[in-house]
Protein backbone atom coordinates (compact mmCIF):
# COMPACT_ATOMS: atom_id res chain seq x y z
CA UNK A 1 0.00 0.00 0.00
CA UNK A 2 1.42 3.60 -0.95
CA UNK A 3 3.05 5.21 1.94
CA UNK A 4 1.04 8.26 0.18
CA UNK A 5 -2.15 6.41 0.72
CA UNK A 6 -1.50 6.50 4.28
CA UNK A 7 -0.96 9.66 5.03
CA UNK A 8 -3.71 10.77 3.03
CA UNK A 9 -5.77 8.59 5.91
CA UNK A 10 -3.87 9.70 8.89
CA UNK A 11 -5.32 13.45 7.69
CA UNK A 12 -8.82 11.69 7.71
CA UNK A 13 -10.36 13.97 10.57
CA UNK A 14 -8.69 17.36 8.80
CA UNK A 15 -10.09 19.70 6.60
CA UNK A 16 -7.62 20.24 3.85
CA UNK A 17 -6.83 21.72 0.83
CA UNK A 18 -5.41 20.16 -1.96
CA UNK A 19 -2.42 22.90 -1.68
CA UNK A 20 -1.92 21.57 1.77
CA UNK A 21 -2.24 17.72 0.81
CA UNK A 22 0.55 18.21 -2.08
CA UNK A 23 2.12 20.48 0.77
CA UNK A 24 2.33 17.13 3.35
CA UNK A 25 2.90 15.30 0.62
CA UNK A 26 5.97 16.74 -0.94
CA UNK A 27 4.38 16.39 -4.52
CA UNK A 28 2.52 18.66 -6.94
CA UNK A 29 -0.87 19.59 -6.79
CA UNK A 30 -1.35 17.39 -10.23
CA UNK A 31 0.63 14.65 -9.03
CA UNK A 32 -1.91 14.88 -5.91
CA UNK A 33 -4.95 15.06 -8.29
CA UNK A 34 -3.80 12.17 -10.33
CA UNK A 35 -3.39 10.07 -7.51
CA UNK A 36 -6.26 10.82 -5.86
CA UNK A 37 -8.43 10.01 -9.14
CA UNK A 38 -6.52 6.70 -8.81
CA UNK A 39 -7.55 5.95 -5.83
CA UNK A 40 -11.28 6.73 -6.13
CA UNK A 41 -10.90 4.16 -9.01
CA UNK A 42 -9.73 1.24 -6.62
CA UNK A 43 -12.20 2.46 -4.58
CA UNK A 44 -10.65 3.84 -1.25
CA UNK A 45 -12.25 7.06 -1.46
CA UNK A 46 -14.38 9.68 -2.80
CA UNK A 47 -13.05 13.06 -3.65
CA UNK A 48 -15.41 15.79 -4.12
CA UNK A 49 -13.71 19.05 -5.01
CA UNK A 50 -14.21 22.44 -3.22
CA UNK A 51 -16.54 25.11 -5.56
CA UNK A 52 -15.17 28.58 -5.59
CA UNK A 53 -13.06 30.26 -3.07
CA UNK A 54 -13.56 29.23 0.49
CA UNK A 55 -14.56 25.75 -0.17
CA UNK A 56 -12.42 23.10 1.52
CA UNK A 57 -12.60 20.12 -0.70
CA UNK A 58 -13.52 16.53 1.22
CA UNK A 59 -12.69 13.22 0.82
CA UNK A 60 -14.98 10.23 2.08
CA UNK A 61 -13.67 7.11 2.74
CA UNK A 62 -14.95 4.32 1.12
CA UNK A 63 -12.83 1.22 3.10
CA UNK A 64 -11.38 2.07 6.18
CA UNK A 65 -7.90 1.31 5.70
CA UNK A 66 -6.65 -0.13 8.94
CA UNK A 67 -9.60 -3.33 8.61
CA UNK A 68 -8.15 -4.03 5.54
CA UNK A 69 -4.44 -3.73 6.67
CA UNK A 70 -5.02 -6.05 9.53
CA UNK A 71 -6.96 -8.78 7.05
CA UNK A 72 -3.90 -8.47 4.85
CA UNK A 73 -1.29 -8.78 7.23
CA UNK A 74 -3.13 -11.65 9.09
CA UNK A 75 -3.10 -13.44 5.73
CA UNK A 76 0.84 -12.75 5.29
CA UNK A 77 1.54 -13.58 9.05
CA UNK A 78 -0.15 -17.04 8.75
CA UNK A 79 2.42 -17.90 5.63
CA UNK A 80 5.60 -16.40 7.90
CA UNK A 81 5.84 -13.17 5.55
CA UNK A 82 6.49 -10.07 7.57
CA UNK A 83 7.76 -8.00 4.57
CA UNK A 84 4.60 -5.67 5.05
CA UNK A 85 5.44 -4.06 8.61
CA UNK A 86 8.36 -2.40 6.75
CA UNK A 87 6.21 -1.13 4.09
CA UNK A 88 3.60 0.92 6.72
CA UNK A 89 4.48 3.93 8.47
CA UNK A 90 2.78 3.09 11.69
CA UNK A 91 2.50 6.58 12.71
CA UNK A 92 -0.86 7.27 10.25
CA UNK A 93 -2.44 5.09 12.43
CA UNK A 94 -4.71 4.83 15.39
CA UNK A 95 -2.66 3.14 18.73
CA UNK A 96 -5.49 0.96 18.37
CA UNK A 97 -4.47 -0.38 14.97
CA UNK A 98 -1.03 -0.75 16.25
CA UNK A 99 -1.91 -2.45 19.67
CA UNK A 100 -3.57 -4.90 17.29
CA UNK A 101 -0.53 -5.45 14.89
CA UNK A 102 1.64 -6.31 17.83
CA UNK A 103 -0.96 -8.45 19.11
CA UNK A 104 -0.86 -10.50 15.33
CA UNK A 105 2.45 -10.25 15.17
CA UNK A 106 3.61 -11.60 18.43
CA UNK A 107 0.58 -14.66 18.13
CA UNK A 108 1.93 -15.76 14.88
CA UNK A 109 5.38 -15.89 16.71
CA UNK A 110 4.23 -17.71 19.35
CA UNK A 111 2.39 -20.44 17.40
CA UNK A 112 5.20 -21.12 15.14
CA UNK A 113 7.56 -20.97 18.14
CA UNK A 114 5.57 -23.49 19.65
CA UNK A 115 5.32 -25.56 15.64
CA UNK A 116 8.76 -25.53 15.78
CA UNK A 117 10.97 -25.72 19.12
CA UNK A 118 14.55 -25.42 16.76
CA UNK A 119 13.58 -22.19 15.23
CA UNK A 120 14.31 -19.34 17.23
CA UNK A 121 12.63 -16.02 16.17
CA UNK A 122 13.88 -12.54 16.81
CA UNK A 123 12.21 -9.59 16.55
CA UNK A 124 14.76 -6.71 15.26
CA UNK A 125 14.31 -2.79 14.10
CA UNK A 126 17.13 -3.06 11.74
CA UNK A 127 15.03 -2.32 8.15
CA UNK A 128 18.06 -3.53 6.26
CA UNK A 129 20.43 -5.65 7.62
CA UNK A 130 23.40 -6.05 5.89
CA UNK A 131 25.44 -8.81 5.66
CA UNK A 132 28.54 -7.78 3.82
CA UNK A 133 31.63 -7.75 6.51
CA UNK A 134 33.26 -4.76 4.65
CA UNK A 135 29.35 -2.86 4.44
CA UNK A 136 27.30 -3.19 8.03
CA UNK A 137 26.78 0.21 9.69
CA UNK A 138 24.65 -1.02 12.37
CA UNK A 139 25.09 -3.45 15.64
CA UNK A 140 22.05 -5.59 14.77
CA UNK A 141 23.69 -6.26 11.39
CA UNK A 142 27.30 -6.61 13.27
CA UNK A 143 25.54 -9.36 15.53
CA UNK A 144 23.81 -11.06 12.65
CA UNK A 145 26.55 -11.16 10.23
CA UNK A 146 28.79 -12.57 12.81
CA UNK A 147 26.89 -16.12 13.18
CA UNK A 148 27.87 -16.15 9.57
CA UNK A 149 31.51 -15.36 9.00
CA UNK A 150 34.30 -16.94 10.48
CA UNK A 151 37.55 -14.59 11.31
CA UNK A 152 41.32 -15.67 12.19
CA UNK A 153 40.87 -15.35 15.86
CA UNK A 154 38.56 -14.03 18.04
CA UNK A 155 38.75 -11.41 21.36
CA UNK A 156 36.23 -12.48 23.96
CA UNK A 157 37.86 -10.64 27.60
CA UNK A 158 40.48 -9.21 26.43
CA UNK A 159 41.84 -12.82 25.09
CA UNK A 160 42.34 -14.17 21.90
CA UNK A 161 41.73 -17.53 20.90
CA UNK A 162 41.65 -19.04 17.45
CA UNK A 163 38.93 -19.57 14.97
CA UNK A 164 39.59 -20.34 11.79
CA UNK A 165 43.23 -20.80 12.89
CA UNK A 166 44.17 -23.67 15.72
CA UNK A 167 46.95 -21.90 17.27
CA UNK A 168 49.91 -19.07 16.06
CA UNK A 169 53.54 -18.04 17.07
CA UNK A 170 55.37 -14.98 16.44
CA UNK A 171 59.45 -14.58 16.23
CA UNK A 172 60.20 -11.13 16.46
CA UNK A 173 57.98 -9.36 13.49
CA UNK A 174 56.83 -12.82 11.82
CA UNK A 175 54.02 -13.94 12.64
CA UNK A 176 53.02 -18.22 12.24
CA UNK A 177 49.57 -18.87 11.85
CA UNK A 178 48.43 -22.49 11.74
CA UNK A 179 45.15 -23.14 9.92
CA UNK A 180 42.36 -25.81 11.41
CA UNK A 181 42.27 -28.24 9.20
CA UNK A 182 38.72 -29.47 7.39
CA UNK A 183 37.34 -25.77 6.91
CA UNK A 184 34.37 -25.45 4.48
CA UNK A 185 32.34 -22.86 2.79
CA UNK A 186 28.90 -23.23 3.64
CA UNK A 187 28.28 -24.38 -0.57
CA UNK A 188 30.20 -27.07 0.91
CA UNK A 189 34.08 -26.31 -1.29
CA UNK A 190 36.95 -26.65 0.91
CA UNK A 191 38.63 -23.17 1.87
CA UNK A 192 42.30 -22.92 0.68
CA UNK A 193 44.65 -20.77 2.54
CA UNK A 194 45.11 -19.10 -0.82
CA UNK A 195 41.82 -17.77 -0.20
CA UNK A 196 42.14 -16.57 3.64
CA UNK A 197 45.53 -15.01 3.28
CA UNK A 198 43.24 -12.88 -0.16
CA UNK A 199 40.69 -11.71 1.92
CA UNK A 200 43.25 -10.84 5.18
CA UNK A 201 44.98 -8.63 2.23
CA UNK A 202 41.54 -7.36 0.95
CA UNK A 203 40.14 -6.24 4.44
CA UNK A 204 43.96 -4.22 5.13
CA UNK A 205 43.03 -2.52 1.94
CA UNK A 206 40.02 -0.62 2.94
CA UNK A 207 40.59 2.93 3.84
CA UNK A 208 39.88 2.55 7.48
CA UNK A 209 43.45 0.32 7.88
CA UNK A 210 45.16 1.68 5.21
CA UNK A 211 47.18 3.27 8.29
CA UNK A 212 47.95 -0.53 9.55
CA UNK A 213 48.16 -1.85 5.99
CA UNK A 214 51.20 0.43 5.54
CA UNK A 215 52.63 -1.68 8.67
CA UNK A 216 52.09 -4.90 6.52
CA UNK A 217 55.66 -6.52 5.18
CA UNK A 218 54.38 -9.37 3.57
CA UNK A 219 51.54 -12.06 3.88
CA UNK A 220 52.75 -15.48 2.60
CA UNK A 221 51.92 -18.94 2.31
CA UNK A 222 54.18 -21.54 3.93
CA UNK A 223 52.08 -25.21 3.54
CA UNK A 224 48.92 -26.06 2.41
CA UNK A 225 48.30 -25.39 5.92
CA UNK A 226 50.29 -22.41 7.64
CA UNK A 227 50.90 -18.77 6.48
CA UNK A 228 52.49 -15.93 7.74
CA UNK A 229 52.52 -12.16 7.77
CA UNK A 230 55.43 -10.15 8.36
CA UNK A 231 54.06 -7.18 10.26
CA UNK A 232 55.81 -4.01 11.80
CA UNK A 233 53.30 -3.27 14.99
CA UNK A 234 52.70 -5.71 18.28
CA UNK A 235 51.41 -9.17 18.77
CA UNK A 236 47.93 -7.34 20.60
CA UNK A 237 47.88 -5.14 17.66
CA UNK A 238 48.00 -7.63 14.34
CA UNK A 239 45.69 -10.08 16.92
CA UNK A 240 43.01 -7.60 17.66
CA UNK A 241 43.10 -6.20 13.74
CA UNK A 242 42.28 -9.67 12.40
CA UNK A 243 39.66 -10.39 15.50
CA UNK A 244 37.55 -7.21 13.87
CA UNK A 245 34.29 -8.01 12.28
CA UNK A 246 35.69 -6.37 8.93
CA UNK A 247 37.99 -9.14 8.99
CA UNK A 248 35.44 -12.03 8.50
CA UNK A 249 36.26 -14.56 5.70
CA UNK A 250 33.84 -14.29 3.11
CA UNK A 251 33.73 -16.52 -0.33
CA UNK A 252 35.65 -15.04 -2.93
CA UNK A 253 32.70 -15.04 -6.10
CA UNK A 254 29.57 -15.14 -3.70
CA UNK A 255 30.00 -12.72 -0.43
CA UNK A 256 26.83 -14.38 1.29
CA UNK A 257 28.89 -17.63 1.61
CA UNK A 258 31.23 -17.73 4.95
CA UNK A 259 32.71 -20.24 6.89
CA UNK A 260 30.43 -19.68 10.20
CA UNK A 261 27.88 -21.48 12.50
CA UNK A 262 25.16 -20.53 10.72
CA UNK A 263 24.47 -20.19 7.17
CA UNK A 264 21.73 -17.85 5.09
CA UNK A 265 18.85 -20.13 4.73
CA UNK A 266 16.30 -17.46 3.48
CA UNK A 267 16.40 -14.01 3.28
CA UNK A 268 13.07 -12.95 2.04
CA UNK A 269 9.50 -11.59 3.24
CA UNK A 270 10.72 -9.35 5.13
CA UNK A 271 13.15 -12.12 7.54
CA UNK A 272 16.73 -13.07 7.72
CA UNK A 273 16.57 -16.97 8.39
CA UNK A 274 19.78 -19.16 9.20
CA UNK A 275 20.33 -22.63 9.49
CA UNK A 276 23.06 -24.54 11.60
CA UNK A 277 26.02 -25.50 9.67
CA UNK A 278 26.66 -29.08 9.90
CA UNK A 279 30.03 -28.61 8.64
CA UNK A 280 30.89 -25.95 10.89
CA UNK A 281 35.38 -26.32 12.10
CA UNK A 282 33.89 -25.61 15.50
CA UNK A 283 31.31 -26.72 18.22
CA UNK A 284 27.89 -27.43 16.53
CA UNK A 285 25.36 -24.64 17.21
CA UNK A 286 22.47 -26.24 19.74
CA UNK A 287 19.73 -24.23 18.26
CA UNK A 288 18.86 -25.35 14.61
CA UNK A 289 17.40 -22.41 12.73
CA UNK A 290 16.86 -18.69 13.91
CA UNK A 291 14.71 -16.16 12.26
CA UNK A 292 14.85 -12.35 12.28
CA UNK A 293 11.85 -10.67 11.63
CA UNK A 294 12.21 -6.36 11.13
CA UNK A 295 9.34 -4.63 12.81
CA UNK A 296 9.15 -1.20 12.99
CA UNK A 297 10.69 0.78 15.99
CA UNK A 298 7.05 2.55 16.98
CA UNK A 299 5.65 -0.76 17.87
CA UNK A 300 8.18 -1.78 20.12
CA UNK A 301 6.39 -0.69 23.24
CA UNK A 302 2.90 -2.28 22.15
CA UNK A 303 5.07 -5.25 21.17
CA UNK A 304 6.53 -5.90 24.43
CA UNK A 305 2.76 -5.30 26.17
CA UNK A 306 1.64 -8.21 24.00
CA UNK A 307 4.43 -10.07 24.44
CA UNK A 308 4.18 -9.87 28.15
CA UNK A 309 0.83 -10.94 27.52
CA UNK A 310 2.52 -13.94 26.71
CA UNK A 311 4.41 -14.57 29.35
CA UNK A 312 4.11 -18.58 29.63
CA UNK A 313 6.03 -18.66 25.99
CA UNK A 314 8.57 -15.65 25.98
CA UNK A 315 10.90 -13.86 28.49
CA UNK A 316 12.40 -10.64 28.34
CA UNK A 317 16.17 -9.26 28.03
CA UNK A 318 17.53 -6.44 27.85
CA UNK A 319 20.59 -5.95 25.15
CA UNK A 320 23.15 -3.48 24.94
CA UNK A 321 22.78 -2.00 21.37
CA UNK A 322 25.05 1.16 21.32
CA UNK A 323 26.77 3.99 23.17
CA UNK A 324 25.27 6.95 21.90
CA UNK A 325 28.44 9.91 21.51
CA UNK A 326 28.42 13.28 20.13
CA UNK A 327 30.75 14.55 17.71
CA UNK A 328 31.59 18.39 17.05
CA UNK A 329 32.47 19.26 12.92
CA UNK A 330 36.04 20.53 13.35
CA UNK A 331 35.06 22.26 10.37
CA UNK A 332 32.18 23.87 11.50
CA UNK A 333 32.95 27.66 12.11
CA UNK A 334 30.04 27.95 14.52
CA UNK A 335 32.49 25.56 16.66
CA UNK A 336 35.95 27.15 16.40
CA UNK A 337 35.37 28.72 20.01
CA UNK A 338 36.52 26.77 23.26
CA UNK A 339 33.89 28.47 25.31
CA UNK A 340 30.66 27.39 22.34
CA UNK A 341 32.19 23.92 22.45
CA UNK A 342 31.96 23.91 26.62
CA UNK A 343 28.68 25.19 26.96
CA UNK A 344 27.35 22.89 23.64
CA UNK A 345 28.75 20.25 25.91
CA UNK A 346 27.57 21.24 28.72
CA UNK A 347 24.08 21.10 27.23
CA UNK A 348 24.00 17.91 25.54
CA UNK A 349 25.44 15.76 28.90
CA UNK A 350 22.37 17.57 30.81
CA UNK A 351 20.42 15.90 28.17
CA UNK A 352 21.81 12.87 28.66
CA UNK A 353 21.33 13.12 32.44
CA UNK A 354 17.39 13.13 31.82
CA UNK A 355 17.97 10.27 28.86
CA UNK A 356 15.85 8.08 30.86
CA UNK A 357 12.82 9.95 31.07
CA UNK A 358 12.45 9.68 27.63
CA UNK A 359 13.22 6.05 27.13
CA UNK A 360 13.52 4.17 30.02
CA UNK A 361 15.58 1.84 28.03
CA UNK A 362 18.66 4.43 28.03
CA UNK A 363 21.11 5.06 30.74
CA UNK A 364 23.51 8.50 31.04
CA UNK A 365 27.18 8.15 30.70
CA UNK A 366 27.71 11.44 32.27
CA UNK A 367 28.68 10.61 36.10
CA UNK A 368 30.01 14.03 36.29
CA UNK A 369 27.58 16.67 38.98
CA UNK A 370 27.35 19.50 36.25
CA UNK A 371 27.54 22.98 37.97
CA UNK A 372 26.31 26.03 36.32
CA UNK A 373 28.70 27.48 33.42
CA UNK A 374 28.64 31.21 32.69
CA UNK A 375 25.90 31.62 29.82
CA UNK A 376 28.03 32.69 25.86
CA UNK A 377 26.68 33.88 23.05
CA UNK A 378 26.09 30.75 20.63
CA UNK A 379 25.08 30.85 17.06
CA UNK A 380 22.22 28.94 15.44
CA UNK A 381 23.42 24.92 15.06
CA UNK A 382 22.15 22.11 13.28
CA UNK A 383 22.32 18.66 15.04
CA UNK A 384 22.47 15.79 12.96
CA UNK A 385 20.81 13.41 15.42
CA UNK A 386 20.90 9.33 14.17
CA UNK A 387 18.34 7.86 15.84
CA UNK A 388 14.98 5.70 14.95
CA UNK A 389 12.62 7.18 17.34
CA UNK A 390 11.41 11.00 16.26
CA UNK A 391 10.63 10.97 20.28
CA UNK A 392 14.37 11.74 20.87
CA UNK A 393 14.57 14.74 17.72
CA UNK A 394 11.60 16.20 19.73
CA UNK A 395 12.89 15.88 23.37
CA UNK A 396 16.50 17.43 22.36
CA UNK A 397 14.61 20.32 20.42
CA UNK A 398 13.03 21.15 23.17
CA UNK A 399 15.63 21.11 25.73
CA UNK A 400 17.38 23.18 23.66
CA UNK A 401 14.79 25.93 23.70
CA UNK A 402 14.35 25.51 27.25
CA UNK A 403 18.46 26.43 27.84
CA UNK A 404 17.80 29.05 25.39
CA UNK A 405 20.19 27.46 22.38
CA UNK A 406 18.68 28.14 18.76
CA UNK A 407 19.27 24.35 17.33
CA UNK A 408 17.56 22.84 14.42
CA UNK A 409 18.08 19.07 15.30
CA UNK A 410 17.90 16.91 12.27
CA UNK A 411 16.60 12.84 12.20
CA UNK A 412 19.24 11.05 10.39
CA UNK A 413 19.56 7.45 9.82
CA UNK A 414 22.00 5.21 9.67
CA UNK A 415 21.67 4.82 5.81
CA UNK A 416 22.79 8.36 5.32
CA UNK A 417 26.51 7.45 6.53
CA UNK A 418 29.48 8.00 5.78
CA UNK A 419 29.34 10.17 8.50
CA UNK A 420 32.27 12.18 7.42
CA UNK A 421 29.82 13.38 4.64
CA UNK A 422 27.17 14.34 7.51
CA UNK A 423 29.42 16.90 8.84
CA UNK A 424 28.89 19.17 5.50
CA UNK A 425 25.70 19.41 6.38
CA UNK A 426 25.32 19.79 10.51
CA UNK A 427 27.58 21.45 12.76
CA UNK A 428 27.64 18.26 14.99
CA UNK A 429 26.38 14.73 14.92
CA UNK A 430 25.02 12.35 18.00
CA UNK A 431 25.10 8.59 16.69
CA UNK A 432 25.04 5.61 18.84
CA UNK A 433 27.48 3.09 17.91
CA UNK A 434 29.30 -0.01 19.46
CA UNK A 435 32.85 1.16 19.71
CA UNK A 436 35.31 -0.73 17.85
CA UNK A 437 39.29 -0.41 19.85
CA UNK A 438 40.29 3.62 20.03
CA UNK A 439 44.00 2.87 17.64
CA UNK A 440 41.63 1.77 15.01
CA UNK A 441 39.09 4.37 15.39
CA UNK A 442 41.95 7.26 15.62
CA UNK A 443 42.86 5.95 12.39
CA UNK A 444 39.80 5.55 10.16
CA UNK A 445 39.72 8.69 7.80
CA UNK A 446 35.53 7.89 7.55
CA UNK A 447 35.06 8.42 11.18
CA UNK A 448 34.58 11.65 13.06
CA UNK A 449 36.52 10.38 15.76
CA UNK A 450 39.60 10.09 13.29
CA UNK A 451 38.68 13.86 11.51
CA UNK A 452 38.58 15.33 15.31
CA UNK A 453 41.80 14.14 16.82
CA UNK A 454 43.56 14.76 12.97
CA UNK A 455 42.79 18.58 13.45
CA UNK A 456 42.49 19.72 17.20
CA UNK A 457 44.11 18.68 20.42
CA UNK A 458 41.63 18.62 22.99
CA UNK A 459 38.77 16.80 24.03
CA UNK A 460 36.20 19.31 24.03
CA UNK A 461 35.24 17.91 20.58
CA UNK A 462 33.59 14.95 21.57
CA UNK A 463 31.72 13.54 24.89
CA UNK A 464 30.08 10.26 25.44
CA UNK A 465 26.67 11.16 26.14
CA UNK A 466 24.31 7.53 26.82
CA UNK A 467 24.34 3.55 26.58
CA UNK A 468 21.21 2.33 24.53
CA UNK A 469 19.61 -0.98 25.47
CA UNK A 470 16.98 -2.85 23.39
CA UNK A 471 14.04 -5.48 24.94
CA UNK A 472 14.52 -8.10 23.35
CA UNK A 473 11.78 -11.01 23.47
CA UNK A 474 13.23 -14.86 23.18
CA UNK A 475 11.12 -17.88 23.93
CA UNK A 476 10.91 -18.74 27.97
CA UNK A 477 12.65 -22.12 27.20
CA UNK A 478 15.86 -19.71 25.81
CA UNK A 479 19.38 -20.14 27.41
CA UNK A 480 21.45 -17.17 27.01
CA UNK A 481 25.29 -17.24 26.74
CA UNK A 482 27.10 -15.28 28.96
CA UNK A 483 29.29 -14.24 25.69
CA UNK A 484 28.22 -10.89 24.06
CA UNK A 485 28.49 -10.05 20.01
CA UNK A 486 28.42 -6.13 20.38
CA UNK A 487 26.51 -5.98 23.55
CA UNK A 488 24.41 -9.22 22.16
CA UNK A 489 24.24 -12.93 22.91
CA UNK A 490 26.49 -15.71 20.79
CA UNK A 491 23.61 -17.65 19.63
CA UNK A 492 26.09 -20.22 18.60
CA UNK A 493 26.83 -20.90 22.30
CA UNK A 494 23.01 -20.54 23.71
CA UNK A 495 20.38 -23.85 24.00
CA UNK A 496 17.13 -24.19 24.73
CA UNK A 497 15.96 -25.65 28.15
CA UNK A 498 13.76 -27.55 29.60
Given at each position: ?242 SQLDFSLYHPLNYRIGTGAYKIAQDSNGAVQLTACSQYHLTQALINKIQF ?206
Amino acid sequence: MELALQLLWSLRNEQLSIHKISEMMQLSTKQVTRKIKKWETEGWIRYCAGKGRGHISSIQWLQDIEKQLLIVLNSEFKQKNFKALTDINMSYFSEKFQQNVAALLTENIVSDERKAASMLTIPIYSKNLNLHPHNYSDTESGWVLSHIYSRIVIQNNNTFKGDLIHHWEQFGQCFIFYVRPFLYWHNGETVKIEEIMQSIKTTFMLNKYSHFFRKVISIEKRTNAIFEIKYMGGEEELLTLLSQLDFSLYHPLNYRIGTGAYKIAQDSNGAVQLTACSQYHLTQALINKIQFVTIPSTLQRRLEWSMQQNEAQYQSCVELGGIVSTYFNPFSNNLQKREVRLYMLWILKRFAQQIGQVDSLKSSCVQEILTSLQRVSMPALRIGYIVNQTKFIVALHNFCEEQGIQAEVIKLTIDDLPLNKLFTQVDLIIIGEYLAPPFILENDKEHPLSIILENVNDNTWFAVLYKSFREIYYPSNFRRSVENIYGYPNLTTCWFGC
